[in-house]
């Protein structure tokens, strides 16, 4: 079990962190075969946790939801079953430091802020996959206008076959899939059945699907703001329009979906290509303070 001396340890390592100035903190597993991780009914996994950033005063979340103001923390409710024989650790951690290797941890989605619960499958990259939402500038967006459930499956379906991906209005949610026998194919204008299939594997294409039915969240929220102003005002460029993909010419909810991909890891053809796009979902993204 872990001891109450321990975490009174770590508890004290993070009060002299802070006196000495550190500024972000980093979660540091044991790195061996016995962190724990996922399995059967037990969510809860440190071995996703390792090298995780937060600021100071911030909470580490686990993949379970769980908060932590340290390994072993209980103050902010996190449950025995995932403090028991946890041998975690934090390190202090200067923000100009980390910067230099890219984009800080605390950034990134966070279950509980940006969505409220990440579900996938062994196969699916989390980090990889979530990164579209930093990628696309999403995260202060969906900090007041979260998602539910994101699901990451082997294969979506219905009576007309395969899918890559489904938006739920009713409760947010987003279902992907893994399946993508379409990808790595060369980004020509009009030819790609979806930006997607541009993708050099399933989990970049399901990065870039979740853009897409993120997308139609976006949608769904304007729309209880402007109603069908919002409509009008998109349907009128679509008919227009110079669509990146098949998928954009089915509606105007999917040209929306798909140029708004195209903004993302298109942009430069994007503006030449479809102009009325290009001004359309910056325009959009202006409104609801989405920075690029």
């Known amino acids: 079990m872990f001891a109450p001396c321990i975490a009174s340890t770590y508890a004290a390592q993070l009060e002299t962190l802070k006196d000495q100035g550190y500024t972000h903190k980093r979660w540091l597993t044991a790195r061996d075969n ?7 009914s037990s969510r809860f996994d440190h071995r996703q946790m390792d090298g995780v ?3 100071i005063d911030e909470p580490l979340v686990t993949p379970a939801g769980s908060r932590f103001l340290y390994p072993g923390d209980r103050s902010l409710g996190a449950p025995a079953g995932e403090v028991m024989n946890c041998r975690c650790t934090i390190i202090g951690i200067m923000a100009k430091q980390d910067q230099l290797t890219g ?3 605390y950034e990134r989605p966070k279950a509980g802020v940006h969505f409220s619960r990440w579900i996938a499958t062994p196969e699916a990259d989390r980090r990889m996959v979530l990164r579209g939402l930093s990628r696309a500038g999403l995260l202060k967006w969906l900090k007041d206008n979260p998602l539910g459930e994101i ?4 294969r979506l379906y219905d009576e007309y076959g395969p899918f890559h991906g489904v938006y739920n209005p009713l409760d947010a ?4 899939s893994l399946e993508r026998p379409d990808i790595r194919q060369q980004p020509t204008w009009g030819e790609i059945e979806t930006v997607s299939a541009i993708a050099n594997s399933p989990n970049a294409a399901a990065q870039i699907t979740l853009i897409h039915e993120t997308s139609h969240h976006i949608l769904t929220v304007l729309g209880r703001q402007m109603g069908s102003v919002l409509e009008d005002r998109i349907r009128n460029i679509w008919n227009r329009a110079n669509y990146v993909s098949g998928r954009a010419s089915v509606s105007w909810k999917e ?5 708004h991909c195209a903004y993302v890891y298109l942009r430069d053809e994007l503006q030449v290509r479809d102009p009325l796009g290009y001004n359309l979902i910056r325009e959009i993204r202006q409104m609801v303070s989405i920075e690029d």
């Open 53 to 55: 950033v937060v600021p």
């Open 255 to 259: 040209y929306f979906c798909e140029t």
């Open 34 to 40: 016995r962190v724990r991780v996922a399995q059967g």
């Open 103 to 105: 984009q800080l941890e």
């Open 151 to 154: 699901r990451v499956v082997k």
């Open 173 to 176: 949610s987003i279902k992907l």
